[in-house]
């Protein structure tokens, strides 16, 4: 089913007369902005596109699916698969919730979150050169839940939350086989982060771009390591709201608040084409109601043309909501991608965003587009000079799915109010209540690392709140869509 009819916000409002991403076709036959075009496709989380921006590579919990975007009016599944791993003996896999592509190699991963249940772990491997016919070549089992990956020049980096050292873990997929060839954790830098509860320094998410590794390590921050040797992973620099002073000291309870609330974590991390500009953004929520400010996580901008001296430039505020709080409407940063100056963002009910970063200091907002009771954003992803493409959880009544939009600067007709919708929350879940309060954010100086071997040892309190903090926190536990 085709929702263009049902989403469309309007005419009548011209397109705004600032030059955008790209001054295309595409504005000339539309008045306002609004989707291309939509696809129904149950189950989406986190979708890629290739370097053609023809074809979008959707996670739909139970597996993938690949999206023939080459006409953005009418995208079309090509195909899917799913079950994941269904012939596995402790197949299926679940909560599929991030796939990533490299050349004519796609990975899957999962779960992204422990299961009550025993499941398969790890991550499979497909050659996708024909994306209607996708192949597995491999699949690499693991001891633990994957939450999000990366997949650059063969080396596949899983987030992997054990509760003790939440490492990243670098495995070789090429060939037809798989091997783990390296790990690395901020626990093996300086050991103190290993008494911060774990549910601060969750491994949430990472980025590769060139020899560097970039490491989404929640209250703990952003890290950056050289992986030029995929082998000997080595520390660079790392920065962020806190230190691991303002961390190890907390309690479960100040803990377990801290990691939900603003300012935020670093949840998701990605860098421009020359790495010189990184954006760290929170997803977060208001836990301090009483101070009359219900904003919610947003994005920094970083200048790292020196790694080793970073300096916070700006901050990208998110959408306004009439509530804060994670029983509320919900427009806390979710992943986004850089392309040349542009910013393409995700706010889950917030919608969908793109900035001009040419002046990183004073980002410049082009586009908006939500619509909260019908799309929930969880990525925003560049197709071509015409369009970029962008992943939905869904609405309270209408399916998840994948849709595109102009890439141009312009206006929504007649945008909806981000209204409050009460969600209930998991039984796997923990609500919180207190804050703590939060430093600016500022870079830490480089520290001396020091080695550890070792794996294994436990943190007191890493279960359901850990979980939460390093799966991409309440959006699963709240909306999950009945997974386990």
């Known amino acids: 089913m085709r929702r263009r009819d049902v989403l469309r916000a309007g005419a009548g409002v011209a397109a705004l007369s600032v030059a955008g991403p790209t001054a295309s ?22 979708v890629v596109v290739d370097d053609a921006g023809e074809t979008a590579y959707a996670a739909t919990t139970d597996g993938f699916a690949t999206v023939d975007v080459s006409d953005p009016a009418d ?8 079950p994941l791993l269904e012939d596995h003996e402790n197949g299926p896999m679940r909560m599929v919730y991030d796939v990533k592509l490299d050349g004519d190699t796609l990975i899957a991963v999962g779960p992204a979150n422990p299961t009550r249940t025993e499941s398969v772990q790890g991550v499979a491997v497909f050659d996708v050169s024909d994306p209607a016919d996708p192949q597995r070549t491999a699949f690499h089992e693991t001891a633990f839940p994957i939450h999000n990956a990366y997949l650059a020049d063969g080396i596949a980096y899983l987030t992997a939350n054990d509760g003790a050292k939440n490492p990243v873990v670098l495995v070789d997929v090429t060939g037809g086989t798989t091997e783990e060839v390296g790990r690395w954790s ?37 890290w950056l390591v050289d992986v ?34 603003v300012p935020g974590n670093a949840h998701y991390v990605a860098v421009n084409d020359d790495a010189s500009l990184l954006a760290s953004g929170a997803e977060a929520w208001d836990v301090e109601t009483d101070d009359g400010d219900p904003g ?4 920094d901008l970083w200048d790292i043309s020196d ?21 509320g409407t919900w427009t806390t940063s979710h992943n986004f991608e850089f392309h040349g100056e542009h910013l393409y963002t995700s706010w889950y009910q917030g919608g969908v965003k793109i900035h001009d970063v040419s002046d990183p200091a004073n980002p410049e907002e082009l586009a908006w587009w939500r619509q909260p009771e019908a799309a929930r954003f969880w990525t925003a992803q560049y197709a071509t000079e015409e369009t970029f493409v962008a992943g939905s959880m869904g609405g309270q009544t209408y399916p998840a799915g994948v849709y595109t939009f102009p890439n ?29 309060t939060a430093p600016t954010a500022t870079a830490t100086g480089t520290e001396t690392p020091t080695t550890d071997a070792e794996s294994g040892g436990g943190v007191p309190g ?10 991409s926190a309440a959006a699963l536990a709240a909306w999950r869509r009945g997974d386990e």
Do not use: M
Request: charged residues 20%; glycine residues 10%.
């Open 25 to 46: 076709a595409t504005a000339g036959r539309q008045s306002a902005f609004e989707p291309l075009g939509v696809l129904d496709l149950d189950g989406t989380k986190e």
């Open 75 to 82: 995208p079309e599944q090509l195909a899917g698969v799913a």
């Open 186 to 222: 901020n626990v093996d830098v300086d050991e103190r982060w290993r008494d911060v509860y774990a549910g601060l320094r969750s491994c949430h998410d990472v980025y590769v771009h060139g020899d560097t590794l970039y490491v989404a390590y929640w209250d703990a921050g952003t």
């Open 228 to 261: 030029s040797d995929p082998a000997s992973p080595e520390y660079v620099t790392h920065f962020g709201h806190y230190s691991v002073e303002d961390l190890r000291d907390l309690s479960a309870g100040a803990a377990g608040a801290e990691s939900l609330s």
């Open 296 to 299: 919610q996580g947003g994005i």
């Open 307 to 327: 790694p080793t001296n970073p300096e916070k430039l700006s901050f990208i505020a998110p959408p306004p909501t009439p509530d804060g709080t994670r029983q």
């Open 408 to 436: 141009r600067a312009g206006e929504q007709a007649d945008p909806p109010e981000l209204r409050t919708t009460t969600v209930a929350t998991s039984t796997e879940t923990q609500t919180t209540a207190g804050t703590t």
């Open 462 to 471: 890493f279960g359901a709140l850990a979980a939460l903090a390093g799966a």
